[in-house]
């Protein structure tokens, strides 16, 4: 996500203080979420109070009370079954990878320059080479580089591309948790551009000959929030089936998005898109959580679908030459603001501590209900979360949802370096992200990580982990390792 000005800066439409305008609906939403998963809890205090009574009797009072023995184990069995029926399994992220391509696939801000001179004319160009340099983006993101001509974007050269980052990540990821690709139940892969057919997920059955009663799912065209969509497609049919893994594969097929015109509107991802992809392996089998280093606490997902304006922000479409082009509507950070305080309001009540809630709701009543003209008051999700993993969709949405949520530049690093490093990888940024913190030692029992996607449609989704043990980076290999000493790096803003 990004938005361009007329002199070709990436910048803002100024982002919706959305934590000034909260509606009650979903405020109402969130507990709603609260109260329906939360209500299995509610046995565990009954059960604990029946032993305690009945760890006061003795034998004699037992044998003189038969009835009162029976009832109580009646209702132990009862909410015992109750319990165990109704609670939701736990999901672990056992590990992730996210591919780092082979330096042949680097290129510079000049070098892309450079390759652009044949295509496009003067205007087009030096409108994005205005967006290039104040991107964000180092010398050291990645191309397909050797196809990085439009004339070889061909549908092999896109499923070359395809199969280099998807298969790198999965073989990563099965070499670092050692789990035997056959013993996956589940298979889900998205690509919001590039959708052949056969589908790219099943590309990976054909690659690794997987068996006949493998479930797949192959997720196009829902943008760079897909990612955490997988997330809880992978969470509901998990729930469904005990003792089962399930992979998620992110990536964005770059070539097939590049856009040869000379409509800016649609020129601004050719500028910050780049290769990228990464594969996470999640289980919910209870023997994994000791070598697991997430559990999933929450997915909460928002789509503004149904109104046209955030439809279409982000639409693509066919001009009459024929060429293809994502469009950025000018309503598209106005549109991400508003989804994304419909996703944050929702998410609310599920993490924020109870003093945060009791302040928040408070005000909400003195507002709404007795129209009392006082300040609103603004949650600080700071005291919910440790670490933020945002969409690096672009600077200036950054920058927006730093003023926002009022988060510090040491809480914004992971994702303003996954931005510099890496550019924006579409739906698989958020793991860069997280991969960042644990390659920096920051991830330590407990924490709580708050990852946070846009898409097209308009998507806002929201995932909640929490760090079942400590990261030790010494024991660690992700994309990061090999350079973390070098960052975080002075990005021109």
């Known amino acids: 996500?990004?938005?361009?000005?007329?002199?070709?800066?990436?910048?803002?439409?100024n982002l919706p203080n959305f934590l000034l305008s909260v509606r009650l609906k979903y405020v109402k939403l969130g507990y709603h979420y609260l109260i329906s998963n939360a209500i299995y809890l509610l046995i565990v205090p009954?059960?604990?109070?029946?032993?305690?009574?009945?760890?006061?009797?003795?034998?004699?009072?037992?044998?003189?009370n038969l009835a009162m023995l029976k009832s109580y184990s009646t209702l132990v069995v009862f909410l015992g079954t109750v319990y165990f029926m109704s609670r939701p399994r736990n999901v672990y992220l056992v590990d992730f990878s996210c591919f780092k391509p082979h330096e042949r696939y680097m290129i510079s801000k000049e070098r892309l320059v450079e390759k652009l001179k044949d295509i496009f004319d003067e205007s087009s160009l030096n409108f994005q080479k205005k967006i290039l340099y104040n991107s964000g983006l180092s010398d050291k993101t990645y191309v397909p580089v050797d196809k990085w001509i439009p004339s070889n974007f061909?549908?092999?050269?896109?499923?070359?591309?395809?199969?280099?980052?998807?298969?790198?990540?999965?073989?990563?990821?099965?070499?670092?948790?050692?789990?035997?690709?056959?013993?996956?139940?589940?298979?889900?892969?998205?690509?919001?551009?590039?959708?052949?057919?056969?589908?790219l997920s099943a590309m990976v059955v054909n690659h690794y000959k997987l068996g006949v009663n493998v479930i797949t799912y192959n997720l196009g065209g829902m943008g760079c929030s897909a990612?955490?969509?997988?997330?809880?497609?992978?969470?509901?049919?998990?729930?469904?089936?005990?003792?089962?893994?399930?992979?998620?594969?992110?990536?964005?097929?770059?070539?097939?998005?590049?856009?040869?015109?000379?409509?800016?509107?649609?020129?601004?991802?050719?500028?910050?898109?780049?290769?990228?992809?990464?594969?996470?392996?999640?289980?919910?089998?209870?023997?994994?959580?000791?070598?697991?280093?997430?559990?999933?606490?929450?997915?909460?997902r928002t789509h503004k679908g149904a109104d046209d304006r955030a439809f279409s922000c982000v639409f693509q479409d066919e001009e009459e030459d024929g060429k293809k082009g994502m469009s950025l509507s000018k309503d598209l950070m106005a549109v991400a603001g508003e989804a994304l305080k419909t996703n944050i309001t929702t998410l609310g009540p599920l993490v924020l501590p109870m003093s945060e809630q009791l302040l928040f709701f408070i005000s909400l009543i003195a507002r709404n209900v007795f129209?009392?003209?006082?300040?609103?008051?603004?949650?600080?999700?700071?005291?919910?979360?440790?670490?933020?993993?945002?969409?690096?969709?672009?600077?200036?949405?950054?920058?927006?949802?730093?003023?926002?949520?009022?988060?510090?530049?040491?809480?914004?690093?992971?994702?303003?370096?996954?931005?510099?490093?890496?550019?924006?990888?579409?739906?698989?940024?958020?793991?860069?992200?997280?991969?960042?913190?644990?390659?920096?030692?920051?991830?330590?029992?407990?924490?709580?990580?708050w990852q946070i996607g846009f898409g097209s449609g308009f998507k806002c989704n929201s995932a909640v982990w929490r760090a079942i043990r400590t990261v030790n980076p010494a024991k660690e290999k992700n994309a990061w390792t090999d350079e973390i000493d070098d960052f975080p790096a002075q990005v021109s803003r």
């Open 154 to 199: 061909s549908l092999s050269s896109n499923q070359h591309q395809a199969k280099l980052v998807i298969i790198g990540a999965i073989d990563d990821l099965l070499a670092k948790t050692g789990v035997k690709i056959r013993d996956i139940g589940f298979i889900i892969v998205n690509s919001s551009m590039f959708n052949p057919t056969p589908s």
């Open 371 to 449: 129209k009392r003209k006082i300040k609103p008051y603004i949650p600080d999700f700071k005291m919910a979360f440790e670490h933020f993993c945002i969409h690096a969709g672009g600077r200036a949405v950054l920058d927006e949802l730093q003023k926002n949520l009022d988060l510090s530049e040491a809480l914004m690093e992971p994702s303003r370096m996954t931005l510099y490093r890496f550019g924006n990888t579409s739906s698989s940024s958020v793991w860069y992200n997280l991969a960042y913190s644990e390659a920096k030692g920051r991830i330590k029992k407990g924490d709580r990580a």
């Open 46 to 64: 009954i059960l604990v109070a029946v032993g305690l009574h009945l760890s006061t009797l003795t034998l004699e009072d037992l044998m003189t």
């Open 1 to 13: 996500m990004a938005q361009n000005s007329p002199n070709g800066e990436i910048q803002s439409s």
């Open 227 to 300: 990612g955490l969509i997988s997330v809880d497609l992978a969470n509901r049919l998990l729930q469904g089936q005990a003792n089962s893994y399930a992979l998620i594969v992110s990536t964005e097929i770059v070539s097939s998005a590049f856009y040869t015109g000379n409509d800016k509107s649609k020129l601004i991802p050719n500028m910050i898109f780049r290769m990228g992809a990464s594969a996470v392996l999640l289980s919910n089998r209870f023997s994994d959580r000791r070598r697991s280093k997430y559990q999933l606490m929450h997915v909460v």
